[in-house]
């Protein structure tokens, strides 16, 4: 079948797929040269990139985003906070609610690591006009918020 027979999710997602894929092995990568356990910088990528997006992460809400009981959760940030990872805040106006940040050294370490991939990356990307780079994010936005949505609202199991 001709590329341009096959559905268009048949086309592009699983291209999505293997990209997320790589992702994850790279996240692996990491997690290994910096003798890291996996969770832990799956944990540190999602403290990052929260603090990224400008909205720090909670404990509970990193427990979430790794899938971890509060308690294994814990003992994970423990770990991170041990090794001089992230510390931790109570920088609100409710100061029971306690936030996640990353310490420099973390992100000189992620800066280190990630440099020459950011570099390639951005290589490839310059090959690309701002009006193709603004569709193909405008895309993956849209399919990000339908797998958000379906995840937050999935089918009936019957």
């Keep these: 079948m001709a590329d341009d027979e096959r559905a268009p999710d048949q086309r592009v997602v699983p291209q999505l797929r293997e990209f ?5 092995e790279l996240g692996r990568l990491f997690a ?3 003798r890291m356990h996996t969770t832990d910088a799956a944990a ?8 990224d997006q400008g909205a720090p992460l909670t404990p509970a809400r990193l427990a979430e985003h790794v899938v ?5 959760t814990s003992s994970l940030l423990n770990r991170l906070e041990e090794a001089g990872h992230i510390i931790r ?3 609100h106006s409710d100061r029971r609610v306690v936030t996640l940040h990353s310490t420099p050294a973390i992100h000189a370490a992620a800066d280190a690591f990630f440099a020459r991939l950011a570099l390639r990356q951005n290589a490839v990307l310059a090959d690309y006009t701002e009006a ?4 193909v994010e405008a895309v993956v936005d849209r399919l990000t ?6 995840v937050d609202h999935p089918p ?3």
């Design 20 to 24: 997320a894929a790589a992702g994850d």
């Design 32 to 34: 290994r040269t910096k």
């Design 44 to 51: 540190m990528v999602a403290i990052l990139t929260a603090e």
């Design 68 to 72: 971890l009981t509060t308690g294994a």
């Design 89 to 91: 805040t109570r920088g």
């Design 132 to 135: 193709e780079l603004t569709l």
């Design 145 to 150: 918020a339908v797998v958000k949505d379906f």
């Design 156 to 158: 009936d199991p019957a």
